[in-house]
Every structure is written in C-alpha cells, then in structure tokens.
C-alpha cells in the first residue's frame, strides 16, 4: 500500500512538471469513476463529456498543485462536482435567457397587437362619428376634441344644456354600438 500511495506522488510530481505521457495515463485511470460521478448529477451523456472535458482541462492547468493533495480522490470528487455545479449554472442562465428573450419577443408581440387594436378603434370612433348627422356631430367633437361643457356648447349653438347632454349621449350610444358590431366592446 505504501508503494501504491509512492507510486501515486510520483506520477503526481511528473504530471506537475508537464510530463503529459503521465498525464495520459492518470487520465485513463480516473476517467471511469469520475465520469460516473458527473453522470450522476449532470444525467445527459453530451453534457458529461463536456463537463469530464472542462475537468481535465482544469486538472491539467493547475497540475501544479497535484503533488501536494493528500486526500487526491476526494480532492478529484469535489473538482468533478464542482464542475457540474458550473455546467448545471450555466444551463440555468442559458435558460433563463431563453425564456427572457422569447417573452421580450411576445412583449412585442402584444404591444404591437394593442397599437393595432388601438389604431382600429381609433377608425371606428372616427368613422361612425362622420356618420352622425351634422348638428350631432358637431356638438360630439365640442365636447370630446374642445373639451367643453354641455353649458358652454348650449351658450355657443344657442341650444338648450338639456338638448346638449341628450344630443351627446346619443352620439356616445351610437359610437359604442359601432364598436360593440366591429367586437371592439
């Protein structure tokens, strides 16, 4: 055992002076169990080759800290799993992006349905209030267009204030029937 646990520091120190020969081999030694352990927690088979990749790619660029690992399965698990955790991250972001730009997308989607809505209805006020006969028409646009009031409209037209406000919700009833027929309402 104790010649094991030599053997193992040996490779280690080769490996940390960028002997990738020694590399190769720990590399087809470790890969079966560390691989199952991603597999565990990533479960898609594209996803743990990318992850194993990332792994020794890590291993690789910090070998220099191998030699002096006394608990190195341990050490190689938790980097393993540390590596899922990152990919599982990622995957996440990646999701959450996704779904950030497809309901940006459908933000667009509806609020440009509801400047098309909004214009149709706009057409439909203006064409059934061209339809009202003239006198109804005229005292409907002092009121909604000048904003004035149905005394201030009977002062003007020399009408009655009572005329005024019957003359304007007929209009308005008008209106909303136009809009209720073209399902607006």
Known sequence: ????????????????????RAFAQFFKAISPGIGNVVRKVVKQEDAVHEVLQEFFIKLWLHRDKLPAIEQLKAYLKKMALNECFTWLNRQALLQQRLADIRNAGQTTVN????????????????????????QRRQIYELSRQEGLNATEIANTLQLSPSYVRNTISAALQFIREQLQQAGKL
């Open 111 to 134: 609020q440009t349905e509801a400047e098309l809505s909004y214009r149709e209805t706009q057409r439909i006020v203006a064409a059934a209030v061209n339809a009202l006969p003239t």
């Open 1 to 20: 055992m104790h010649d094991d646990l030599y053997t193992e520091k040996a490779m280690l120190t080769r490996i940390a002076d960028g002997d990738e």
